[in-house]
């Protein structure tokens, strides 16, 4: 069964045609794809470069593929299969702990800093970022502490 933890979003302006003709051949057009499994061209390489160092831990896929695939195409191949060999099957829903500041933290760079996204696409992912940072951690401190440092 998919990977809670790797779990690519589609592309919400993919056209009806381009969703069927992926489709057809066992694919989903996406907007962003964890690195498990992912297979990028040498070409967008070294169109984008690649991915940021300071994002290691937290993000760092999930900037890079939105780089990528901001203006170029990217699909889930449905017939790919992939073994991540975890210790827990793990959820998005549990609180990481202290590890939590990596993710404030990437997700502030991202919005901030990154040419991933498109100024809409912006908005939304601010929205949803405040919405899971209140509701994904029990670490108040952490919150508080970098609202101040930003």
């Avoid at 779990?7 to 056209?15: L, N, Q």
């Avoid at 489709?23 to 070294?46: H, K, L, N, Q």
């Avoid at 793990?90 to 997700?107: L, Y």
């Avoid at 908005?123 to 930003?150: Q, W």
Wanted: charged share 25%; net charge positive; proline share 5%.
């Amino acid at each position: 069964r998919p990977h809670p933890m790797n779990t690519p979003r589609t592309r919400p302006s993919a056209s009806r045609a381009s969703v069927a003709r992926a489709a057809r051949r066992g694919c989903t057009p996406v907007r962003t794809a964890s690195f498990v499994s992912m297979m990028v061209e040498a070409d967008a390489i070294r169109a984008h470069g690649l991915p940021m160092a300071d994002y290691f831990l937290w993000n760092d896929d999930f900037e890079y593929s939105a780089r990528l695939l901001r203006r170029g195409r990217g699909y889930l191949v449905h017939g790919s299969t992939v073994e991540h060999r975890t210790r827990t099957f793990g959820s998005t829903d549990v609180d990481p702990g202290a590890r939590f500041v990596f993710e404030v933290r990437n997700k502030i760079w991202m919005l901030r800093l990154s040419r991933a996204l498109s100024p809409a696409e912006r908005v939304t992912h601010e929205a949803a970022a405040l919405r899971l940072t209140n509701i994904s951690t029990t670490h108040l401190d952490l919150r508080v502490h970098f609202l101040r440092v930003g």
